[in-house]
T-cell receptor, first 112, second 116 residues
């Protein structure tokens, strides 16, 4: 079993839709939970990070962590074509500047 | 701010040759740098963690003698793939962190290596 599971997609939604991206994990020691966006042939860019359980909102993006279920989500409201990218969840035991364990990434396509 | 560059962005080499990839933090000092490998439609896999001035720590299953990492300064780390073979073809991405509490690691744009 992989430490972090993520549906690879692809996920295609119309512009303006709400997008839900999810990851599950098996290592209960993970404390830091991150979402990265990666455009084709580019390095990942940090979107949001959450420490422990709870919700965090930043503009159109909301991250949720449920440690009891070992389940994290990223919601994108009012999706735009520019949101088309691969979204990677990542987790760490000791911090955002430490070893990260990534999911496989979900490829998102927002269509006009 | 917080820009990380990689050079080259793309390299093709013959089997058996060695290839060096550079990772630079352009506007901050990186006490820690990480090297990842990414196969198509697969997740980034951490290969090694390097701290300036000390030997790199390699993840299980990563050959130290094949993937040589040098972190000689606070702004530069290099990954050398020695005696490259076609199975080493991949996307190599570095990240760098200032090392302060709760600081994120900033990723470079990646280097695509193709070994013929």
């Amino acid at each position: 079993q992989k430490e972090v599971e993520q549906d690879p997609g692809p996920l295609s939604v119309p512009e303006g839709a709400i997008v839900s991206l999810n990851c599950t994990y098996s290592n209960s020691a993970f404390q830091y939970f991150m979402w990265y966006r990666q455009y084709s042939r580019k390095g990942p860019e940090l979107l949001m990070y959450t420490y422990s359980s709870g919700n965090k909102e930043d503009g159109r993006f909301t991250a949720q962590v449920d440690k009891s279920s070992k389940y994290i989500s990223l919601f994108i409201r009012d999706s735009q074509p520019s949101d088309s990218a691969t979204y990677l969840c990542a987790m760490s035991v000791t911090g955002t500047a430490s070893k990260l364990t990534f999911g496989t990434g979900t490829r998102l396509q927002v269509t006009l | 701010g917080a820009v990380v560059s990689q050079h080259p962005s793309w390299v093709i080499c013959k089997s058996g040759t060695s290839v060096k990839i550079e990772c630079r933090s352009l506007d901050f000092q990186a006490t820690t740098m990480f090297w990842y490998r990414q196969f198509p439609k697969k997740s980034l896999m951490l290969m090694a963690t390097s701290n300036e001035g000390s030997k790199a720590t390699y993840e299980q299953g990563v050959e130290k003698d094949k993937f040589l990492i040098n972190h000689a300064s606070l702004t530069l780390s290099t990954l050398t793939v020695t005696s490259a073979h076609p199975e080493d073809s991949s996307f190599y991405i570095c990240s760098a962190s200032p090392g302060l509490a709760d600081n994120e690691q900033f990723f470079g744009p990646g280097t695509r290596l193709t070994v013929l």
